[in-house]
Nanobody, 127 residues
Framework: QVQLVESGGGLVQAGGSLRLSCAAS????????MGWFRQAPGKERQFVAA????????HYADSVKGRFIISRDNAKNTVYLQMNSLKPEDTAVYYC????????????????????WGQGTQVTVSS
């Protein structure tokens, strides 16, 4: 059974940092696009960051560019999201996702490109 399990969420003050982890099990995701999405109450799930398997390039939403860093450790089958300079508007449930068929540009930011999802971890940033 394939599972993605996020951890590392919590409550932090504005300006602080958190590091999210997503541990995958059941299969290797070394050749999958790994992404992070977030969903605030009453809003649609939105793209945050993605790490491509073919070349290792990374992509970020404009709202987090320069503050968040996505990385992966294929040996541990784990992807990370380092979140710095957090803002209250970053408050959301953060989801890890994996896509085994996204290969081109643009597909990494679309939820329908991902066929595996974690259960989410809450991040709350207080002002």
């Amino acid at each position: 059974q394939v599972q993605l399990v996020e951890s590392g969420g919590g409550l932090v003050q504005a300006g602080g940092s958190l590091r999210l982890s997503c541990a995958a099990s059941g299969r290797s995701f070394s050749n999958a696009v790994m992404g992070w999405f977030r969903q605030a109450p009453g809003k649609e799930r939105q793209f945050v960051a993605a790490h491509m398997w073919n070349g290792g390039s990374t992509h970020y939403a404009d709202s987090v560019k320069g503050r968040f860093i996505i990385s992966r450790d294929n040996a541990k089958n784990t992807v990370y999201l380092q979140m710095n300079s957090l803002k209250p508007e970053d408050t959301a449930v953060y989801y890890c996702a994996a896509s085994t068929f996204c290969t081109g540009s643009g597909c990494y930011s679309v939820t329908t490109s991902y066929n595996y999802w974690g259960q989410g971890t809450q991040v709350t940033v207080s002002s």
